[in-house]
């Protein structure tokens, strides 16, 4: 009998989504023993979440993987999952601590938080302004990244944040967003993105302003959307871990715990190929540091996510 | 000039000038010709599809499905140059307007030849749309580097100093106002929508002019659908989601009465114009972005409450004496 | 008078009998179509006949039946409240500040309830008081309530709600019997009667047939459709308490395009968009329907956007089918 | 000699009614002929037919011999044939000139709509029929007669061989009636085949040549006008005599019930003071559009006056609402039938309790026996042909509404009634049995207010007549003195011949 690990994401049709699930597959022909049923709603609401994940208890899977739209809405579906002896893990955007069993996260947020930064510092060395273009205000794992980087902004000498301002993951509310920036912050330097979405319209934004090479636009976006970007010199580097590592860490922990793994804090759960994820106080573990996409590299990765 | 607007929209004028200049006082550089003329660019796609809008109001109807319809031929439009980067751009927005138009056609003809309302249609067909969208691409994304550098550079390129963009909603302006007060069929969406019992006795076929109202809304749709994706340089399921509100309120907002009959192409322009501006000069001025939502509500409320009160029957007066005053 | 009426003509009462006429009607096509879809389910997946899971099943319509129901109201009385989903924001958003300053389960039904039927109050008195047409209103109100909720909650959540207040949705009554289901199903009683059994249900008829002639006829117009945005108001405070209590927490985009599902679930049931027509059985017949074509679906992990499409297809054929019917009919007929 | 237009053996049915059955009309160049049956007999039916709105079931058309269809109302137009419909069938936000051209604007060399010309046009066309209107204004800032005769300026913009004429006069007053038959006679000359639809027999006899009768659908008769007396005429519709069409009997008329004084509205009326006592029939007459409607429906808290008091039985009152005057016994049955009376949609008992809810309920639940009772009662009591009781009113022809619609307030049993142009576009038997049924009520103790605008009838029902004239009264008559000059006179302000 087949082991059923669902992967639930935030919306079907997200390329980095698609492109973790490229992973878990990989890990399921690994194990051999395991269907991974992927799913989701078609727009990023919890409640579409919570109907998916009642569907999915109603079929009894044997563990469930979940990107959160919402920490907390979650949680009595989440729970309720558990009670009937699903294993429950959250991993890319967490679900509040009574809802899972451990979360993993892509990614440190204090590394994350540091590294967008020091992206856009990194092409000011006389510092400047610098903007936040965030997803939505909503968005858990955004609003992380944004406070661990105001926590480590001091690092960096004469990089100002001037603004955060919201796309809402739609682009072109983001687009309009970037270009009311360049409007009210003529010394822009640099435009931080760290969604994908929102990098992608942000840099558009700026190309169709006349504004590359005075403002440049950073933060984390998939290789295959930014190719163009970086091409065209709007954007001179962004990081982004691997999705396709993620989605296959996920389902290789989730199978862990199946096969009785217990999740608590000191735990190490396995992860196949990469290796083991050693939990927190907080039950919550992260896979590996971003890696910095640029020129050099670009093209490259663009043909895998 | 104040032949051509009517009372309501001197009033439109007005206030979006007064808005504009409210703006300026906290960002000057709102008022500059180069920023007014970028969002106008910016609010020419709203533009077209309010015209649209307009026509299947004036006939009693609605189009829930006009944004899932652009979303649609965005992304087939996407699609095409995506797989045959090699097709002129023209021939692509022939293409799409014409798919626009045969989805704008399916709404027509559910309301035309199975008298079903136009709400419950349009509410069907916007899931519908949407949904086929997923099914074409099972929900993947069509990314900038997929495009062709024409594709994305056509509404961008500038001409005697205004972007494409901005031409193509002047030239819809221009042929819908023509087609509204000039022709046959134009003045038919007045009257099916001012009385569609007496179009029957004139010898207006209401069934047929409200299809037509569709397929022009469906081919605008259409238009607006190349241009969004182009213009943003991305196709996936959900763009434009919700925007049938804005266009609708645009409408609203322009004096189209939503009872249909009341209406023109200068309230339809000026309706979005006024979005348009409230949309880009927010960020501009700093307004919390969680404060946006409430204020367009608000701003769509007293738009309406302003224009009953223009329209308000001014009552026959029959007492001659009262005439005189 | 009797010289006049030389040949007074009797007029009976009914032509059709009631029985006969309920075989036609909406309602009847509405049972067949939902028992195919129970059948159809429960062929395609083996979960589907389990009583947890149909009972778990519920939480997909529960909700928005309830405000369906007032919608219902609404819709017949030629009225529409786009609002309902912004209400449901709103109220939690409400409660959720509440819970900030110590509110306890009762108080926070009251905050919940209240500001449903504030908002609801306010939607009545710009549409009946003003005399705006109720379309765009409540597309503006729309705006602004869940503008409001953005304005108070901005980023943040509230969470913390007591323990006590997770009965509402998440509670249940009698096995699997959960508390929201019995509520929907008190309501469907509730309104049934309201609607088809009192003078008020049929003011609300004649409002939808025409409201000059109603006003002329002593209905009192005003207060009927204003009570009626009451109620949708305090119907979606309702839904707001259960959502609320079943997610545990609240965030700004709560409830995010739920009116248009409402409004389907209005019109699928068999209530004329243009007003006059429809009836309670109906509506709770096509809440059954939405409820178990997603469940039927989500079990055979189809994407929700394929049952979006299902649901646009069924609306429109179920209007379509019985007119091109009857058009076949007549052509035999010739 | 030929006729311009011959339809042979039309039927047609509506589900549920045979509206006509087999039915023959030939109608001559040059000639007025008169259609007349009772409410329902299926006259407006045959005007759609011959005018493309509605398709026959069976039967032809000629025109001018040939046999043809009309699939739309333009091909019926193309053909020649034109009418003025019962109601009027225009746009109010279009200009007085769209309306007149609406489908057959005269468009420039590039096929556009030549706007210049079209108000030319218009223009041209009003004066011919005698009517003073600035074609460019919107229609709804015309009076009703004002539009009535743009409908007709618009029926006579299409150059037709046969024009119709469906109740044409219903909503005109006295001088635009007199342009009509004045038009009409010209439009004879002019060599026009007319098909002329009536319920008042004094038009009839003043300008048709022939006659058609039918009833329930079918013809029963049809010959020259000459050759037939009213009575003939009237017994052909009906199938049995009518008796009195004005059986007013003499009541004691009692103490005052109702007193108005000085009501007044800053726009539409002013100086209002009467009494209206026990028993009493009170005449409103006036031309159309003299303010009689508008005050009427401030006594029942429609529009609410700037001042002036009512007393009813001698104690004050305040009327916010119409179900506050229901409650206190005043009822309006209003004269925009299709507007302000019958809920199309609703069955026929549904219309008739709508107002009596409170009195056939239990504790605000409804209680259909004691409503179909209550229906029963007051269709049977006004003989309205109905198939059934849950039928919808929309399904009944106009004047079988009416009667719905009059039943509707009797059936509150009010102290007062207003009835505004209550037979309005019925027929002559109906006629008779609302106004017997009126002066039964008044017999009663019932006081009644009558607004009318047929001299005949306000003369033959009323005990006194208050005569309005711009929102004002203009005249107060006793019946004893009552004459149908000084009406005339009183309401368009001319002034007594010394
Ligand atoms: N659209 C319709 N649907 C159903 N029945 C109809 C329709 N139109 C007319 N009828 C019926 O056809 C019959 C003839 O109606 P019609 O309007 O022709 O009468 P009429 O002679 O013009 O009466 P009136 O003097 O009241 O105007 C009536 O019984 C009426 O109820
Ligand atoms: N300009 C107009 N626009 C719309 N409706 C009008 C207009 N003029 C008259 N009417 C209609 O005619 C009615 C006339 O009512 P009003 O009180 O003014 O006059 P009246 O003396 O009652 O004349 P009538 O013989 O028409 O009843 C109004 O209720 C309205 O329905
Ligand atoms: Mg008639
Ligand atoms: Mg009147």
Known sequence: ENKKIALVVKALGIGFFEAANKGAQEAAKELGDVEVIYTGPTTTTAEGQIEVINSLIAQKVDAIAVSANDTDALVPALKKAMERGIKVISWDSGVAKEGRLMHLNPSSSPLIGNMIIKLAADQLPDGGDVAVLSATATSTNQNVWIEEMKKVQGNYKGINVVATVYGDDLADKSYRETQGLIQSYPNLKAIIAPTSVGIVAAAQAVEDAGKVGQINVTGLGLPSEMAGHVKAGSSKSFAIWNPIDLGYSATMIAYDLIGGAEAKPGAELKMGRMGTVKLDDNNEGAMADPFVYDAKNVEEFAKIF | MAKLLKNREILLVLAIIALVFAIALRFPGFVAPANLARVYNDTSILIILALGQMAVILTRCIDLSMAANLALCGMVAAMINAAFPGVPIPLVILAVVALGAALGSINGLLVWKLDIPPIVVTLGTLTIFRGMIFLLTNGAWINAHQMSDAFKALPRAPLIGFPVLSWLSIVAIAAVYILMTRTPVGRAFFAVGGNPHAAVYTGIDVGRTRFLAYCLSGGLAGLAGYLWVSRYAVAYVDIAAGFELDIIAACVIGGISIAGGIGSVGGAVLGSLFLGVIKNALPVINISPFAQLAISGTVIIIAVAVNARTEKRKGRVILKKAEAV | ?334 | MKPAVALEGISKSFPGVKALSDVSLALYPGSVTALIGENGAGKSTLVKILTGIYQPDGGTIRVDGEETHFPTALSAAHAGVTAIHQETVLFDELSVAENIFLGHAPRNRFGLIDWKKLNGNARDLLRRVGAEIDPTIRLRDLGIANKHMVAIARALSIDASVVIMDEPTAALSHKEIHELYELIDRLKADGKAILFISHKFDEIFRIADRYTVFRDGGMVGEGLISDVTQDQLVKMMVGRDVGQVFPKVDVAIGEPVLTVSGYRHPTEFEDINFELRRGEILGFYGLIGAGRSEFMQSLIGITRPSAGAIKLNGDVLVIRSPAEAIQAGIVYVPEERGRQGAIIGLPIFQNVTLPSLQKTSRAGFLKLANEFALAREYTQRLDLRAASLDQDVGTLSGGNQQKVVIAKWLATQPKVIILDEPTKGIDIGSKAAVHAFMSELAGQGLSVIMVSSEIPEIMGMADRVIVMREGRIAGRFERSELTAEKLVRAAAGIAEAA
């Open chain 3, 1 to 334: 008078m009797a010289e006049l009426n030389l040949s007074p003509r009797v007029i009976p009462d009914r032509l059709q009998s009631r029985g006969s006429r309920a075989l036609k009607s909406w309602e009847s096509l509405l049972l067949v179509v939902a028992v195919l879809i129970f059948a159809i389910n429960s062929f395609a997946s083996p979960y589907f006949l389990d009583p947890w899971n149909l009972s778990d099943a519920t939480f997909n319509f529960t909700e928005k039946a309830m405000i369906a129901f007032a919608m219902a109201l609404v819709i017949i009385a030629g009225e529409i409240d786009l609002s309902v989903a912004s209400i449901i924001a709103l109220s939690s958003t409400a409660m959720g500040l509440a819970v900030t300053m110590g509110a306890d389960t009762p108080m926070l039904v009251v905050v919940g309830l209240g500001t449903g039927l504030l908002c609801g109050a306010v939607n009545g008195l710009l549409i009946t008081g003003l005399g705006l047409p109720s379309i765009v209103v409540t597309i503006g109100t729309m705006s602004l309530f869940r503008g409001l909720s953005f304005i108070i909650l901005g980023d943040q959540a509230y969470t913390g709600y007591p323990a006590s207040f997770a009965y509402f949705g998440q509670g249940y009554v009698w096995w699997v019997f959960s508390f929201e289901f019995a509520l929907f199903a008190v309501f469907a009683v509730i309104y049934s009667v309201l609607l088809h059994k009192t003078n008020f249900g049929r003011a609300v008829y004649a409002i939808g047939n025409n409201q000059t002639a109603a006003l002329f006829s002593g209905v009192r117009v005003g207060r009927v459709k204003f009570i009626l945005f009451l109620l949708t108001g305090l119907m979606a405070g309702i839904a707001s308490i259960c959502l609320t209590s079943r997610l545990g927490s609240t965030r700004p985009s709560i409830a995010l395009g739920v009116e248009l599902e409402v409004v389907t679930m209005v019109v699928l049931g068999g209530v004329s968009i243009l007003g006059g027509s429809g009836t309670i059985p109906g509506v709770v017949l096509a809440a059954f329907i939405m409820g178990m074509v997603t469940f039927g679906f989500g079990l055979l992990n189809v994407p929700g956007i394929v049952m979006s499409i299902f649901i646009g297809v069924l609306l429109i054929s179920v209007i379509a089918l019985p007119i091109l019917w009857a058009r076949a009919r007549r052509r035999v007929a010739h």
